[in-house]
């Protein structure tokens, strides 16, 4: 979470007129001149900009925070305890709402669909896009942000850097084999997207969604095999973000095999930040 001192007032009023919400850095048309008279020392009147630091000052309790891990890491587990204990913050999983916009024929979902259709990644910006107007939604709303997903190489953290500031990152790191294992049991409701497991989170009725009765299916890249490739896939293009967003001094990494042992940990060091 951003700190507003009176040694950056002038960047924090600069922000202000061009960023759509406290932690989000979603520039807009603001004039030369504007921008000019917010960041320099042509500032008349004091009064107004303590008033104005007041103001953003009030509104620094959004929050955009990123959960990073390996595929099968336990994201989405961590994910709902940090929505409930922590309220205001709204969880987007980029994989379910990109398949959401597929399902619903959206333009963005017939955009994706037509790269997934011809076996291609769905491009950066589409998925910055999507990633944009949840924010832009989710702080109108006066809500912060978990980002569960995104960004998953170099590449798009640089590019969601240019349009967001991330506040914090939750970075889970579990042993292979434990993730394999747990990923052979996970079945889910392909309509929904409910995820099943059949070690600690099993449907009532075998083979069946709790709330429809459809059945479950297992995803191909939840297949053991697949998920060692995509594991293998991680280490090589998505662990070098734990080193990036360290840099920024943002981030921290929790060890473990089980939720509810790590969970604690990463509880006390959000409780901790989003207090500043």
């Known amino acids: 979470m951003i700190r507003l001192t009176a040694v950056n007032w002038n960047k924090a009023l600069f922000s202000k007129a061009t960023r759509t919400t406290s932690s ?116 109108e709303s006066g809500n912060s942000l978990l980002l569960d997903g995104f960004p998953r190489t170099m590449e798009q953290a640089k590019a969601l850097g240019e349009r967001i500031d991330v506040d914090l990152v939750v970075d889970l790191n579990v042993p292979n084999d434990t993730i394999i294992e747990r990923i052979a049991d996970r079945w889910i409701h392909p309509a929904s997207g409910r995820v099943y497991n059949y070690s600690y989170n099993p449907p009532k009725v075998h083979g069946k969604d709790n709330e429809t009765g459809e059945d479950l299916v297992q995803r191909d890249d939840d297949k053991p095999n697949t998920v060692r490739r995509r594991l293998e896939a991680y280490e090589d293009v998505t662990a070098p973000l734990v080193k990036y967003y360290e840099g920024q001094g943002v981030l921290k990494t929790f060890s473990g095999t089980e939720s509810d042992v790590i969970y604690p940990e990463v509880y006390s060091w959000l409780d901790d930040n989003l207090q500043q």
């Open 24 to 139: 989000t850095r979603m520039y807009l048309s603001t004039s030369t001149s504007s921008r000019r008279n917010l960041h320099g020392t042509s500032v008349a009147n004091n009064a107004s900009l303590a008033d104005n630091y007041m103001d953003m000052e009030a509104e620094e309790s959004n929050c955009f925070m990123l959960i990073l891990g390996k595929p099968g890491g336990g994201k989405g587990t961590i994910s709902k305890k940090i929505l409930t204990d922590f309220s205001t913050f709204t969880h987007f999983s980029t994989g379910d709402m990109l398949r959401q916009h597929v399902r619903e024929k959206t333009e963005i979902g017939l955009e994706a669909k037509k790269h997934m259709d011809e076996g291609n990644l769905v491009p950066d910006k589409l998925i910055i896009s999507l990633v944009l107007a949840e924010a832009e939604k989710e702080s």
